[in-house]
């Protein structure tokens, strides 16, 4: 699977908009591109995933560049329980068995 | 429904000791993972079963470290004369079927403290 680069840390307001960057310049064609989250103390969660076109669901909305090397995981209001460590992690369609391949992620503080 | 879950929650232990770790995945899903996490790390991957068969046990650190899932469902991750260097969260994860379009489903993990 090609490597993810994120930032160490970020910090936001509770109700602002956050943005999460990944930058994914050595993207293939066949690869998706997923986001989990870790709260503290739990496992991680699925948040969203995307190949090509920007996607929305009840948790975040994906925005995916152009050329496919980096993508952003958008808040829309942060809350104190989007605290968590964000993973941004290509997954292969030609994959067979879908092992998750994690980075060190982003610690997103969330300030009341 | 119920998600993924594992017992213990906490385990400590002492240098050399046997310990086995258990996941319940959520029912119906054929594809079990184990993971590591080691202190301000993402989780690794060690282990992966589609059905009762280990698929990939490519990430499994060495010999002392052995997984199974005879009937399917529930899985146990077994580590031999355990060492210091061996503590640290081990996530269970579970999907409906292997493969890069499915999400997994995490346990809350168990923390290993090996004295």
């Known amino acids: 699977d090609a490597k993810t680069t994120q930032p160490n840390s970020m910090e936001s307001n509770e109700e602002e908009p956050v943005h999460l960057p990944c930058n994914h310049s050595?993207?293939?064609?066949?690869?998706?591109i997923h986001w989990y989250r870790q709260l503290p103390s739990q496992g991680p969660e699925y948040v969203i995933h995307g190949l090509t076109s920007n996607v929305n669901n009840r948790m975040a909305s994906l925005a995916i560049a152009e050329d496919r090397k980096s993508s952003t995981l958008i808040l829309h209001r942060a809350t104190l329980r989007d605290a968590a460590v964000y993973y941004c992690?290509?997954?292969?369609?030609?994959?067979?068995?879908?092992?998750?391949?994690f980075g060190k992620g982003t610690k997103l503080s969330v300030k009341p | 429904g119920a998600g993924v879950s594992q017992t213990p929650s906490n385990k400590v232990t002492e240098k050399g000791k046997y310990v086995e770790l258990r996941c319940d995945p959520i029912s119906g899903h054929t594809a079990l993972y184990w993971y590591r996490q080691s202190l301000g790390q993402g989780p690794e991957f060690l282990i992966y079963f589609q059905g009762t068969g280990a698929a990939d046990d490519s990430g499994l650190p060495n010999d002392r470290f052995f997984a199974v899932r005879p009937e399917g469902s529930v899985s146990t991750l077994k580590i031999q004369r355990t060492e210091r260097g061996d503590s640290a969260v081990y996530l269970c994860?579970?999907?409906?079927?292997?493969?890069?379009?499915?999400?997994?489903?995490f346990g809350p993990g168990t923390r290993l403290t090996v004295l």
């Open positions: 992690i290509l997954r292969d369609v030609g994959g067979s068995q879908g092992n998750l391949i």
């Open positions: 050595t993207i293939s064609g066949t690869d998706y």
């Open positions: 994860a579970s999907s409906s079927q292997a493969g890069p379009y499915n999400e997994q489903f």
